[in-house]
């Protein structure tokens, strides 16, 4: 069966800092992979989406970027956080009918 | 992809069948109704989908209308671990291609004991 993990689950960065989120998936082969991100009583909005290695569309204009090195791995990253980057980021895989599975999420404060 | 339209909120009593409504009048016939929820601070959780039959996994039913125009999650027995907010998304599927999954304002489960 298919495992999304993602590291860390909470993490506190001063503004400024970078940021690396990791995401991986087990038991799946060329899955679409997605970062989401979920504002505090908000909705899901989807920041990056990649279709294969090296493949990567962004859906919104900002300071984080993301990157797929291998088939089943997914990084999201900051060179330079924002306040405004404080949030619940989610990775999730879909599959070749692009129903999607989340990751369990890393909670994000920028101090 | 279709607008949906859920009750905010909704109460069931523990043991017994949580029977979450999903409004989409709107719906066109390619497109199907997924079935998310997501816990308190936990990444939101696939529970089910379907086109036009009813379908059953492990975790609930789904029943839709002959019209397709609604739709009903079943949780058969509740326990208090499916206290969640139940989000119902119609979106048709592009096999190959990967898309926004968009979350509406849901239905706040509560299951008491």
């Known amino acids: 069966s298919q495992t999304i993990h993602q590291w860390p689950a909470t993490l506190v960065q001063p503004v400024g800092s970078p940021l690396s989120l990791e995401c991986t998936v087990e038991g799946t082969s060329n899955p679409n992979l997605y970062w989401y991100r979920q504002a505090a009583g908000r909705g899901l909005q989807l920041l990056f989406y990649?279709?294969?290695?090296?493949?990567i569309s962004s859906e919104v204009p900002q300071n984080l970027s993301a990157s797929r090195p291998q088939d089943r791995q997914f990084i999201l990253s900051s060179k330079k956080l924002l306040l405004s980057d404080s949030g619940f980021y989610l990775c999730?895989?879909?599959?070749?009918?692009?129903?999607?599975?989340f990751g369990p999420g890393t909670r994000l404060t920028v101090l | 992809d279709a607008k949906t339209t859920q009750p905010p909120s909704m109460d069931c009593a523990e043991g017994r069948a949580a029977n979450l409504p999903c409004n989409h009048s709107t719906i066109s016939g390619n497109e199907y109704v997924y079935w998310y929820r997501q816990i308190h601070s936990q990444g939101p959780q696939y529970i089910i989908h379907?086109?036009?039959n009813n379908e059953t996994n492990e975790m609930a039913s789904l029943i839709i209308t002959e019209d397709r125009k609604s739709s009903t999650l079943i949780l058969p027995h509740a326990t208090l671990r499916d206290t969640a907010v139940y989000y119902c998304?119609?979106?048709?599927?592009?096999?190959?291609?990967?898309?926004?999954?968009?979350f509406g304002s849901g239905t706040q489960l509560t299951v008491l004991p």
């Open positions: 998304i119609v979106r048709y599927i592009s096999s190959g291609s990967a898309r926004q999954l968009t």
């Open positions: 379907g086109l036009k």
């Open positions: 999730a895989w879909g599959n070749p009918l692009d129903t999607q599975y």
């Open positions: 990649s279709v294969g290695i090296g493949q």
